[in-house]
């Protein structure tokens, strides 16, 4: 494009309007802004349509990836993990009737707060023990084939530590680990690290007397809240301890 100039001769002359070599900025306008919210729409709608489709399934993976279970052998000692007494306390019946180990183990937990008040008052309160050596001695389990903890363990990994130091004293060699499904992975996780090196065999019944199930847990809150949980601690676990 060009135009006409006068020069100081009075004669017109043609010049560009553009200088030579100067860029040509182009109009910026909405189109392309519309465009890249158009894709990110259009991203957000397909994966959203993509969970919806597979989101059974998904959740169905995450809640059996929890359990580990193995094969029952007859074993040296049925370990029932601290924690949902019931459940787990009915299993470890189960195991112990079904002959396979002489001697069944449980933790003491850390007394809850007010606990050495009630004792400084004479309250008789039953701690988790107590009440798990009573759900098996009401089972028919003499008390003379449990094995408790002389402190309080805090932790999955604290049990699992104590007891590899327990295997140690008494020379076991084989284990059975009573815990609930959804704690599983994470149990028979943490013992093989603790018990590395020692041939100690580890084996994992998950309770069957769970209503934990892989195919409908997210659609009971309990479930849904602990299965969060669950996976915060294996992924801490991992982390921590496991690589």
């Known amino acids: 494009m060009s135009e006409k100039l006068i020069s100081d001769d009075g004669v017109y002359k043609e010049e560009d309007s553009f200088q030579t070599g100067d ?11 519309i465009s890249r919210l158009k894709w990110v729409f259009f991203f957000i709608v397909l994966v959203y349509t993509l969970l919806s489709a597979f989101r059974a399934p998904i959740l169905m993976g ?4 929890l359990i580990v279970e193995h094969p029952p052998q007859e074993s040296d000692l ?18 112990f009737r079904r002959g396979l180990a002489p001697k069944v183990f449980m933790a003491r937990e850390e007394p809850p707060d007010g606990y050495k008040l009630l004792r400084q008052r004479r309250v008789d309160y039953p701690q988790n023990v107590d009440l798990m050596i009573m759900l098996l001695e009401q089972h028919g389990i003499s008390r003379s084939a449990f094995v408790t903890s002389d402190r309080p363990v ?15 004293k008494r020379g076991y060699k084989s284990l059975i680990l009573i815990t609930s499904p959804m704690h599983s992975r994470r149990a028979w996780l943490t013992f093989k690290k ?10 994992v019944l998950p309770s069957s007397y769970s209503e ?14 602990e299965v969060i949980i669950e996976y915060q601690k294996l992924i801490y676990y991992t982390f921590k301890y496991f690589l």
């Not at 805090?154 to 140690?168: P, Q, W």
């Not at 603790?194 to 084996?203: A, W």
Request: glycine share 10%; charged share 30%.
């Open 78 to 95: 049925i370990v029932c993990l601290a924690g949902r007494n019931i459940e787990r306390g009915l299993a470890a019946v189960d195991a």
């Open 62 to 65: 995450l809640g059996a990836y």
């Open 194 to 203: 603790v018990f590395e090196g020692t041939n100690v065999r580890i084996l």
């Open 212 to 225: 934990f199930k892989p195919e409908d847990w997210w659609t009971q809150r309990e479930y849904l809240r």
């Open 23 to 33: 860029p040509i900025e182009p109009e910026r306008g909405k189109g392309g802004t």
């Open 154 to 168: 805090v932790s999955t990994l604290d049990e699992a530590e104590y007891i590899r130091d327990l295997v140690t």
